[in-house]
């Protein structure tokens, strides 16, 4: 049997957004579905969120619909998109000041590189929705974030000390206002991102990064 990873501690998540978002680059999403089959895969994009902004769900007011939002950080905030596709977030920061990262875009090995290539995709692929709303990040949940695998850490290491950033930082996208925060991430080495910014070609799929090889075994 494999052996399933283990979780990101809670105290991971009780740090800003900002923070925790570029972070999580090359963590692992990990979900057991009812039948006992468990997906895995590596996430190669996020957007962090804050409440002092105006594109935060909270920057206005809380209520019913935001209150997972200002909760307790490490536990899941899920929400409709014009009313059909569904986002998943993870609360940060601290209680009472909405602050969370949203899950853009996973790589899974043996599967089309752009089956989890945005949000809704990827609440799509993994089966996460409302149900999820304010639980746990962790497997009691059934749904977990595991620390980048050992090899991938190795490569992000390796990069940075020879002065390459491994990541790219730049404006989110989708949204309306606040357009200007450069609060999106994205792995550079990844196929599955959901969209680039202009100007950063596609790797070739010879010199791309396959999470096959960081998530064997």
């Given at each position: 049997?494999?052996?399933?990873?283990?979780?990101?501690?809670q105290?991971?998540?009780?740090?800003?957004?900002?923070?925790?978002?570029?972070?999580?680059?090359?963590?692992l999403?990990?979900?057991?579905?009812?039948?006992?089959?468990?997906?895995?895969?590596?996430?190669?994009?996020?957007?962090?969120y804050?409440?002092?902004?105006?594109?935060?769900?909270?920057?206005?007011?809380?209520?019913?619909?935001?209150?997972t939002?200002?909760?307790?950080?490490?536990?899941?905030?899920?929400?409709?998109?014009?009313?059909?596709?569904?986002?998943?977030?993870?609360?940060?920061?601290?209680?009472?000041?909405?602050n969370?990262?949203?899950?853009?875009?996973v790589?899974l090995?043996?599967?089309?590189?752009?089956?989890?290539?945005?949000?809704?995709?990827?609440?799509?692929r993994?089966?996460l929705?409302?149900?999820?709303?304010?639980?746990?990040?962790?497997?009691?949940?059934?749904?977990?974030?595991?620390?980048?695998?050992?090899?991938?850490?190795?490569?992000f290491?390796?990069?940075?000390?020879?002065?390459?950033?491994?990541?790219?930082?730049?404006p989110?996208?989708?949204?309306?206002?606040?357009?200007?925060?450069?609060?999106?991430?994205?792995?550079?080495?990844?196929?599955?991102?959901?969209?680039?910014?202009?100007?950063?070609?596609?790797?070739?799929?010879?010199?791309?990064?396959?999470?096959?090889?960081?998530?064997?075994g």
């Amino acid at each position: 049997m494999t052996r399933l990873p283990a979780p990101l501690p809670q105290g991971f998540f009780a740090r800003p957004a900002e923070t925790v978002a570029p972070e999580l680059i090359g963590s692992l999403l990990v979900r057991r579905l009812p039948d006992g089959t468990v997906l895995r895969g590596l996430i190669v994009e996020t957007e962090a969120y804050c409440q002092s902004e105006p594109a935060c769900h909270g920057h206005r007011r809380r209520s019913p619909a935001n209150a997972t939002l200002f909760g307790e950080p490490g536990r899941f905030y899920v929400y409709l998109t014009y009313g059909l596709h569904h986002c998943v977030n993870v609360v940060t920061g601290r209680r009472d000041w909405a602050n969370g990262v949203l899950l853009r875009a996973v790589a899974l090995p043996g599967e089309p590189e752009r089956v989890a290539a945005g949000p809704a995709l990827l609440a799509r692929r993994f089966g996460l929705d409302r149900s999820l709303d304010d639980r746990s990040v962790a497997p009691e949940s059934g749904v977990w974030l595991a620390p980048v695998p050992p090899p991938l850490q190795g490569w992000f290491d390796q990069c940075r000390s020879h002065g390459e950033d491994p990541l790219c930082q730049c404006p989110r996208i989708g949204i309306s206002s606040a357009q200007e925060l450069p609060w999106r991430w994205y792995l550079r080495g990844s196929r599955s991102v959901s969209r680039r910014v202009r100007g950063d070609r596609q790797p070739p799929l010879a010199l791309a990064l396959d999470p096959a090889f960081f998530l064997a075994g």
